[in-house]
């Protein structure tokens, strides 16, 4: 298995503008989470899905952020209109619903808002 | 108000020695601890848990202790070595009520030739 993918690895984009990030899971995995990472305040958990039904975004800093789950091996976090403090690495994790088991994260976006 | 802290920002160990890396947290509900380990430009990976049950758990050269009376656990990494130089978060679950793990802010590792 590749593991979990993310698109893209890096992007660059201008105050106001939309960005979209994008996440596989691992095949089977019915859990998804989306992080954030910032010096200031670690790996925040931003929302999560089971099922493709998100579960709790209390985690989701304002509206400008939306998370969709259209099918199992799909997941999208949108900022719009995107603001430079949020600059940071966002993750994608995915993990089988079940106790104690683990979360596998992806490589990170790296969002620079300018 | 941060439920998972973990209080070293960085911490410098001779290669060979002990790395211990500390951590307290605050919510009594937790039940499942975790530590991951991050490389620069890449995703935390999982490196071992402990139950609420247990005090210890040991793979290898990582040993993770629980002192649930205190609110604290570590990481234990013996003999240190090179490729041990990475970020390590400490994270905590309640999972009995549901999958969210929280994360601390990490701790830098650095292991010394």
């Known amino acids: 298995d590749a593991g979990v993918i993310q698109s893209p690895r890096h992007e660059v984009t201008e105050m106001g503008q939309e960005v979209t990030l994008r996440c596989k899971p691992i095949?089977?995995?019915?859990?998804l989470f989306w992080y954030r990472q910032t010096m200031m305040r670690g790996l925040e958990l931003l929302i999560y899905?089971?099922?493709?039904?998100?579960?709790?975004d209390s985690g989701m800093p304002e509206d400008r952020f939306s998370a969709k789950m259209p099918n199992a091996s799909f997941s999208t976090l949108k900022i719009q209109p995107s603001e430079p403090r949020d600059s940071a690495v966002y993750f994608c994790?995915?993990?089988?619903?079940?106790?104690?088991?683990?979360?596998?994260f992806g490589p990170g976006t790296r969002l620079t808002v300018l | 108000d941060q439920q998972v802290k973990q209080n070293s920002p960085s911490l410098s160990v001779q290669e060979g020695r002990i790395s211990i890396l500390n951590c307290d947290y605050t919510?009594?509900?937790?039940?499942?601890f975790l530590w991951y380990k991050k490389y620069p430009a890449e995703g935390p990976t999982f490196l071992i848990s402990?139950?609420?049950?247990?005090d210890k758990n040991e793979d290898g050269r990582f040993t993770v202790f629980l002192n649930k009376s205190a609110k604290h656990l570590s990481l234990h990494i013996v003999p240190s070595q090179p490729g041990d130089s990475a970020v390590y978060f400490c994270?905590?679950?309640?999972?009995?009520?549901?999958?969210?793990?929280?994360f601390g802010k990490g701790t830098r590792l650095h292991i010394l030739p």
């Open positions: 994270a905590a679950s309640a999972k009995e009520k549901d999958d969210k793990i929280i």
């Open positions: 899905f089971n099922n493709n039904v998100p579960i709790d």
């Open positions: 402990i139950s609420s049950i247990k």
């Open positions: 919510n009594s509900m937790f039940d499942y």
């Open positions: 994790a995915s993990s089988f619903h079940s106790s104690y088991n683990e979360q596998f």
């Open positions: 095949s089977g995995h019915n859990s």
